[in-house]
Structure formats: structure tokens, C-alpha cells
């Protein structure tokens, strides 16, 4: 079934470049196999494998509640297609932060963003849309903002040793923001943990959006932790690892502290360019997994903060770990089902949302004392710690001027005695007058 292989790159050194190389998913052709009795077509084989590993995380069952109607995610990645049968009427392509990267006329195959954008709301395609391949909130819209390069396009290197390339990412979240996304996926990630991404990711959450990345792809089959990957190791965003189908991390998955949960990244199915399909592996599709997920919440509670989101797709995980959070899976693998039902709870009038003192993850953590604080004493105990500075200062202030009061006189040292007088010395005898001086 696969015609062709490609893998991507794993020598990104820039954040702008992360790409495919530190979460990029390794990417075959999805083709029919010649003489098959089935007869089915490439679109309905693509449709079967989907719907398989939809299942696995109860999609199905979350679109009696939601298909992520009314929002928009925006895909951070190397372009979307929005020519792609499975996604006609979808995408909204934003600016290219890429330009200049690649030979003038050439034109960019949009490889790894239009699969990924297609796991996230792909709507089918063909009679009755029954074929191609649906997404997990197949409602939804999807904003392209190219910040990366496939690893196959000629300008890749130059964009990598580029400095000018090196706010692309950035750039593409804050866009994002101002253009109405209420989700962010960047299946795409890199060691360096830069500033401009760090400020423009924090803005994001501050303005009420939900960010989901790749975890990494840089994970071993031992139990070493890997280093941690940006932007999924930041603060607020949901860091994916990648799962098999029996629920243990993928061998490539990185494992480290960052990791929330884990979704679907081995043999994935997705769009490719030029009306193709992809099977794929990588924390590349995890991360699209999680972001339509979020998608659905969002679209069906849009009032709860980006925290809650997060709140409800932890607090619902299936196939928990031993002691309820691993670095190689988080918290466990995403439900769809089961996180909208989680989210419909956060969002009851009066919730007030977080977890109660008492609460826990896991059965090996120890509760978290809630302390409340009482505002009345702290008031009294503030004026009670000034008065006695004060007192201090006044005290300090008292001592010092009675030591200077009790300090003896210094003494000048006595005066030298007057040198002793020479004793007198006879004058010489007078000599009459006329009278030689000498002999």
C-alpha cells in the first residue's frame, strides 16, 4: 500500500526551521493496491483507516454534542491547500512568512500543513462526502500561516541559516491572534527556547486562545528523558506525545515534564498534495488530534478560558499511566467524548472552575493543602510589621546618639621638653693692642 516513502529531516537548528525536523511526521503515500477484490477507491480505503483511528479516541461519539461549528484554528505549518478535495471552502490562507526562502517562481507543495490541517477538520470528499478523509471537527475553519518549509523544498537550508527567518514563528502567532483564531496548533518544535515565541505565546493565552504543539520526535526506545522542545514546553501550551494503537508512547515521542497528554501518531492517515493521501507517524499528528479536540470545546463552550480547555482534555484521559502522569504519555491518551463531557461540567453557571484543595492526579500525589487568605490579618499584620520597623529605626536612631554622648575626650599628646641650652663658652683672651696673634 505505500508507493513512497519520505522522512524528514532531523538537522533544524532554528526555532523558524523547527519544523520537520524535530516533530515533522514521517510521511508515505497512500495508495490501492493493484487487483484487490474490494474495488474500493484510495478515498474510501483513506476514509477506513480514519474513521479507525477516530474511534480510538471516541471522535464519533463527541459529534452528537459538537464538529467545532464557529471556530477557527489556525494551522502554523508549511501551508494548507485549500484546493484539497477534503478541505474545499475551509481554509483561509494568511501571509507567508517563508518568502524569499525558496527560488523565485517555485512553488511550495504545502506537504506536511495540509496534512495536518486535514486531521484537524478535514469534511470528506466524493458522493455524499463519504470518502477522503474527516477530520476530528470537520465544522471547523482553518487559518494557514506558512512559518516553515517542507524539508524537500530547495530554499529549506537557506531558511534554516537564515537569521532574518528566525521571528517566523512568532510572527504567525501574533497574526493568528489578531485574526480571530481561537485555537493554534504548531505540529513543529526546536531546543531553543526563544523570547519572541515565549512573549507572543503568552499574549495568545492572555486573549483567550488554546495552543497545542508537537511534543517531539527525538524521543529513544529506553527510558532517558529528551531534551525539551519549544514551543510545546512552554507555559499554557498543551504539549502532545505520540501513542501506538495499543496506547504506549511511540519509540520516537520525546519523554520529558513538558508532556500533558498523548494522542494517535503511528501510521495516521491524511491529505497530501495533488488530491493524495498520507499514512504518517509522528507527535506531529498527535498535536492535530488535540487541537480539533479543543476545537469542539471551544466550539460548544466558548466561554471557558484556554486553562479550562486544557482542565477538561487532562481530567478525561484514557489508558491512564501507573500513578496517573508519565513523561512519555502525560496524563494519558485524549478522549474526545469524554473531554466535552468534562468541559459541559466547567461550564455550568456558578463553577468556578480549578480543582478543590483536596484533589489530585494520580493515586501517588499527595493533596495540595488549599491556604485561603485572610485579608483582615494580613492588614493588621502589615501595619503591626511597620510599626515595629519603625520602632526599630527609632531605637537604632537613640543608641547611636548616647554612645557619641559617652565617647571620652581624645587627648593631644604632651608637648616635647625645650631642647637643653648649650653651655657657655669662654670668649678668647684679649690681646693688647699692637700685639701679634701668633708666636
Known amino acids: 500500500m505505500l508507493a513512497s516513502r519520505h522522512r524528514r529531516s532531523a538537522a533544524a537548528s532554528r526555532l523558524a526551521a523547527v519544523a520537520l525536523a524535530a516533530v515533522g511526521a514521517t510521511l508515505a503515500l497512500l495508495a490501492a493496491e493493484p487487483g484487490t477484490a474490494s474495488a474500493q ?18 471522535v464519533p461519539a463527541a459529534w452528537s454534542l459538537s464538529k467545532g461549528a464557529g471556530v477557527t484554528v489556525a494551522v502554523l505549518d508549511t501551508g494548507v ?80 541559516e537564515n537569521a532574518s527567518y528566525d521571528d517566523t514563528i512568532a510572527s504567525g502567532i501574533r497574526y493568528a491572534v489578531a485574526h480571530g483564531a481561537q485555537v493554534i496548533n504548531m505540529s513543529l518544535g526546536s531546543t531553543e527556547a526563544t523570547r519572541s515565541v515565549r512573549q507572543a505565546l503568552a499574549a495568545a493565552i492572555a486573549r483567550n486562545v488554546v495552543v497545542v504543539a508537537a511534543a517531539g520526535n527525538d524521543g529513544t526506545r529506553g527510558h532517558a528523558f529528551t531534551t525539551y522542545s519549544y514551543p510545546a514546553s512552554f507555559t499554557g501550551v498543551i504539549s502532545v506525545a505520540a501513542v501506538g494503537a495499543n496506547g504506549l508512547r511511540a519509540s520516537f515521542s520525546d519523554r520529558n515534564s513538558s508532556v500533558v497528554v498523548s494522542a494517535p501518531g503511528v501510521n495516521v492517515v491524511g491529505d497530501g498534495p495533488g488530491g493524495n493521501f498520507l499514512s504518517g507517524d509522528g507527535t506531529s499528528p498527535a498535536s492535530a488530534f488535540v487541537a480539533g479536540v479543543a476545537a469542539l470545546i471551544r466550539s460548544r ?100 546618639v548616647l554612645l557619641r554622648r559617652r565617647r571620652p575626650n581624645r587627648l593631644m599628646p604632651p608637648a616635647a621638653p625645650p631642647p637643653a641650652a648649650p653651655p657657655p663658652v669662654a670668649p678668647p683672651p684679649a690681646f693688647p693692642p699692637g700685639q701679634p696673634a701668633g708666636p
Open 41 to 58: 477507491t484510495v478515498g474510501q480505503l483513506a476514509r477506513a483507516d480514519d474513521m479507525a483511528t477516530l474511534r480510538k479516541i471516541d
Open 81 to 160: 491547500l485549500p484546493t484539497t478535495p477534503d478541505l474545499t471552502g475551509q481554509v483561509t490562507s494568511g501571509p507567508d512568512y517563508t518568502k524569499g526562502a525558496n527560488p523565485a517562481g517555485y512553488q511550495p507543495p504545502h506537504e506536511h500543513g495540509t496534512y495536518i490541517g486535514s486531521i484537524i477538520a478535514g469534511h470528506g470528499s466524493g458522493p455524499g462526502r463519504a470518502d477522503g478523509v474527516i477530520g476530528v471537527a470537520p465544522d471547523a475553519k482553518l487559518l494557514s500561516v506558512r512559518v516553515i518549509l517542507d524539508d524537500q523544498e530547495p530554499g529549506f537550508f537557506v531558511f534554516n
Open 301 to 400: 463552550y466558548p466561554a471557558l478560558a484556554p486553562v479550562q480547555v486544557m482542565q477538561a482534555i487532562v481530567s478525561s484521559t484514557r489508558r491512564h499511566p501507573p500513578g496517573g502522569y508519565s513523561t512519555g504519555v502525560g496524563f494519558g491518551e485524549v478522549d474526545a467524548a469524554a473531554a466535552l463531557r468534562a468541559a459541559g461540567q466547567l461550564a455550568q453557571p456558578g463553577h468556578a472552575g480549578g480543582l478543590a484543595g483536596s484533589a489530585r492526579f494520580g493515586k501517588t500525589t499527595r493533596p495540595i493543602a488549599v491556604v485561603h487568605r485572610d485579608h483582615p490579618l494580613i492588614a493588621r499584620l502589615t501595619i503591626a510589621a511597620g510599626v515595629a520597623a519603625a520602632g526599630f529605626v527609632v531605637l537604632m536612631t537613640a543608641l547611636i
